[in-house]
């Protein structure tokens, strides 16, 4: 499969050329980025494009390549509203495979975490903590939010009515329901997520650390490949990995 890395020039580009060089399936057809000495698009006969760049960057990128008909693997977070229309309307002419974390173990947590809300309930608080490197430029990061929707997807509730994103001044007790998001940003964390259950007797925490970007770049390749022979539509990381 020929296959162009945009966002080539950044931390998570440079493990997917490495990767890309080393596998036997894949091929790498263009290095792109906006970067000096790099080309902004990928050539003609591209089977499939992994976008980790900039969220301003997806729907010009994602554009194109529906009206190409080119597998379209988005690993970029933080998109707005606007943006993931852009992707939406791309994903009717071509499949997409969307994850905020490519990762197998966090897409494991993802069931792990929505089953200890099913059972914990509403009488566990439910807060999310996320740490990276301090040159992440998104907030709360796209896994953190992913841990958060399957916690109020366990328990019933409408996320964005029981969300809220950090805690400063009076804010009060806390309401029975609620769900927390937290982020801490320093030095050279490639991503810490715990989602901690916290009931009148007990805590629960499930952590993952990621130890290298591989994990995801692993993750994002064998997605590449397998979204080959899917119809046009949005997949997600527990779709390729069958969760
Ligand atoms: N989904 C996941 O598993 C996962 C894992 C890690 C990072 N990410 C996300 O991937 C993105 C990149 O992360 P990073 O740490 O590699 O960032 P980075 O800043 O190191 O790299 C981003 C690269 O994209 C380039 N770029 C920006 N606009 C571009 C455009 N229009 N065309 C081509 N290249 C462009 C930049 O020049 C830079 O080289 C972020 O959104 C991050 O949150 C996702």
Redesign the pocket.
Known sequence: MKVAI????????HMLCDLVDRSEELELVAK????ED?P?TWPAGTEAVID??????VP??ITKAAEEGVVYVL????LTDEEQKSVEAAAKKIPVVQ?????LGVNLLLGLVKKAAEVLGIEYDCEVVETHHR????SP???ALMLAKVAAEGRDQNFDDVSIFGREGMVGERPQGEIAVHAIRGGSVI?DHTVMFAGDVERIEITHKAQT?EA?AA??LRAALWAADKKPGIYNMRDVLGL
């Open positions: 945009l966002g080539a020039a950044g931390r998570m580009g792109c980025d906006v970067r790099y902004r980790f760049t900039f969220h301003e960057a010009a990128n690993g970029t977070t933080g994850s905020g974390n490519y990762s040159h992440k430029k998104d990061s796209g896994t991503g970007r995801f993750g994002a």
